[in-house]
């Protein structure tokens, strides 16, 4: 009796092992492909991108299945999410409207990012595409209807460089980023009653896209 139950015990024991091992396998498997999966390709300018966010390999070939052959797909790396990198958009309502589709058919969220046709670096800075989350505080953004020569207007009022950001899946122009309530609350009332369409939003849900964007 005893030597049964000590057979069963190392025959649990063998697949428990196994088990484990298997689980680990998969997931040292699953970490060596996200190393190998690309940082996603910039935005063309004048571009709107649809970044999905698809962690697994599911997730990526159900969204496939949803999408249309025309629209151009690949996987990429974005920030720290692996993503299905969707371009071609030359209206944000077009890239709007294919989020909120993702969204309800497939379940995945997507976030629109793009590069102004009009807004460009200083030739003398180099041009990367590292896109980060701001930090802790306050951000007032400024909606820019499609008309970059709103930045040169806005740095004019804020008295310094204006960057551009992403925030809620729309591009923005950033007027400021401080840590400071009543300095952000101040600019906000100030480019409000100049007549830009400002908005003050927790920072760490903003994405900088652009430092500075000159004309």
Do not use: H
Not at 153 to 163: F, I, N, P
Not at 176 to 196: C, I, M, W
Request: charged share 15%.
């Amino acid at each position: 009796m005893y030597q049964i139950v000590m057979r069963r015990f190392t025959t649990l024991s063998a697949a428990l092992v196994l088990a484990m091992s298997s689980l680990i396998a998969v997931k040292v498997s699953s970490v060596a492909a996200q190393k190998n999966i690309p940082v996603c390709q910039a935005p063309t300018a004048g571009e709107y991108l649809l970044l999905v966010i698809s962690p697994t390999q599911d997730n990526q070939t159900q969204l496939r299945r949803t999408l249309p052959n025309e629209l151009k797909t690949t996987t990429c790396r974005y920030l720290n999410d692996t993503v299905t990198r969707i371009g071609g958009f030359k209206k944000i309502d077009d890239a709007n409207r294919w989020a909120r589709y993702v969204n309800s058919v497939v379940g995945l969220s997507a976030i629109i990012t793009t590069r102004p046709a009009d807004v460009q670096q200083a030739r003398s800075q180099a041009v990367t595409y590292n896109p980060q989350s701001l930090g802790m505080g306050y951000a007032v953004l400024v909606d820019y209807f499609n008309r970059p020569e709103l930045a040169t207007q806005l740095q004019q009022v804020v008295g310094g460089d204006v960057g551009f950001v992403s925030y809620g899946q729309r591009p923005y122009l950033l007027a400021v980023y401080t840590t400071n309530q009543k300095e952000a609350y101040n600019t906000l009332q100030n480019l409000n009653e100049r007549g830009f369409s400002s908005y003050l939003v927790d920072s760490r849900k903003v994405l900088l896209l652009r430092s500075v964007v000159r004309l």
